[in-house]
């Protein structure tokens, strides 16, 4: 299954992004930041990398053929939830 290549380039830019956000996590925690913005700045990493994988998964299913596999598209959306 792909997706659009618009998709895989707005990805791509996201999880640049996610790099440096969970690169400032780990600044926080060598820093002995307060636990409370650690995981706060966490959370907000994971809510991104799902968002990340919903939207492919979206894309995925609307370039999706009529020969694929609905219980293989279930299995993946069921792993990102």
Do not use: N, W, Y
Not at 15 to 29: F, H
Not at 49 to 64: E, K, P
């Amino acid at each position: 299954m792909q997706f659009p290549t618009d998709t895989s380039t707005e990805a791509i830019v996201a999880l640049r992004r996610l790099e440096g956000q969970i690169r400032g996590v780990q600044r926080m925690v060598e820093e002995q930041a307060e636990c409370r913005d650690i995981v706060t700045q966490l959370a907000a990493a994971k809510g991104a990398l799902d968002r990340v994988g919903f939207r492919l998964m979206t894309a995925a299913i609307g370039h999706a053929d009529s020969d694929t596999d609905l219980d293989q598209l279930e299995k993946l959306f069921l792993k990102l939830s």
